[in-house]
């Protein structure tokens, strides 16, 4: 019993969740296993995905941020209309990013400096940036002046779109950041005890700063290529994101208690809710029933957490 119990709650026991869950829809979904939708199933993932590589990170520093739809809506705007406005391309990329940063700047210095709670920060600025993107575009959606702004997304190479390709890069550079540089273990190891980290001489402020800057920088890049794909700058798209983006990350083994994370469970987890979200599509469920599904994966991702973490003896 305290094997299958390791089992089911190891990194193992996603993984054989997962496959169980391929097989299951593979043989009772028709057309699931279509190389067409398989692709669309993985283009469908990749906003989920990026910005899953960077929530990873906050949460394994023990903090959360819920702003990551309002920021990919705002830099996707922001994207969209400086292009417009200097017929420019590059530098409406460039501006998305900076905006990006700005946003994780500001969440950064207000929790790690300030002291105010992730939590209650984040859940304020993802007000903020959507009513700014509300604002900036009279709240309606603005289209791309420049057909070269389509081909961000619709490029493909040897079959593969960009957009699946760009989320595969920033997987790999995120697994190494987290494995293989004092950065990602300083930021496991503020997880797991922020006092004794700041006793050890890390420099945990900066270190969470840091961490919200680059989730600012991801959102940019799943904003810019969520603009092209839809091929207009969208003042309501990616709502709901954020829980999306913490199940995945619950799901794949990220601890939401800090100090425990894994880029391979969260490629897993990410792939788990795709593939929900693709039967339930498939199925023609309608939206209403998915917003109950994504809550119960969501609760159920928490309480796997919670087993989790009272199986390594940690409350």
Do not use: W
């Amino acid at each position: 019993m305290n094997r299958l119990k390791r089992i089911v709650l190891g990194e193992q026991g996603l993984v054989i969740l997962f496959l169980l869950a391929l097989a299951i829809v593979s043989l009772t979904v028709p057309n699931f296993m279509t190389q067409r939708n398989v692709l669309g199933l993985l283009q469908a993932v990749v906003t989920i995905g990026i910005v899953s590589c960077t929530m990873m990170l906050c949460l394994a520093s023990r903090d959360v941020d819920l702003s990551v739809g309002s920021t990919v809506a705002f830099t996707g705007m922001i994207a969209v209309m400086m292009a417009n406005h200097t017929e420019n391309i590059l530098l409406g990329l460039l501006a998305a990013i900076a905006a990006g940063v700005v946003v994780g700047a500001v969440n950064g210095v207000i929790i790690a400096k300030l002291g105010v709670n992730a939590f209650i920060t984040t859940l304020a600025t993802m007000q903020v940036v959507r009513g700014l993107a509300l604002i900036s575009s009279d709240g309606r959606a603005v289209g791309v002046d420049d057909s070269d702004y389509f081909e961000i997304a619709q490029k493909s190479v040897v079959g593969v779109p960009m957009p699946i390709l760009v989320m595969v890069v920033v997987f790999l550079l995120f697994g190494f950041v987290l494995n293989r540089t004092v950065f990602g273990r300083n930021t496991l190891a503020i997880g797991g005890n922020p006092d004794a980290s700041r006793l050890a001489g890390l420099n945990v402020g900066a270190t969470r700063v840091i961490i919200f800057v680059l989730q600012g920088i991801a959102c940019a890049v799943a904003g810019i290529l969520l603009s092209s794909r839809i091929t207009s700058g969208q003042p309501n798209a990616a709502q709901g994101l954020e829980l999306s983006v913490i199940s995945a990350c619950v799901l794949g083994g990220v601890s939401m208690s800090g100090g425990r994370a894994a880029v391979s469970g969260v490629l897993v987890g990410v792939l788990i809710m795709g593939i929900a979200e693709n039967v339930m599509n498939l199925m023609n469920i309608q939206a209403f029933y998915q917003y109950v599904a994504r809550g119960v994966i969501l609760l159920l991702a928490v309480l796997l957490d919670n087993l989790r973490t009272r199986a390594m003896g940690r409350r």
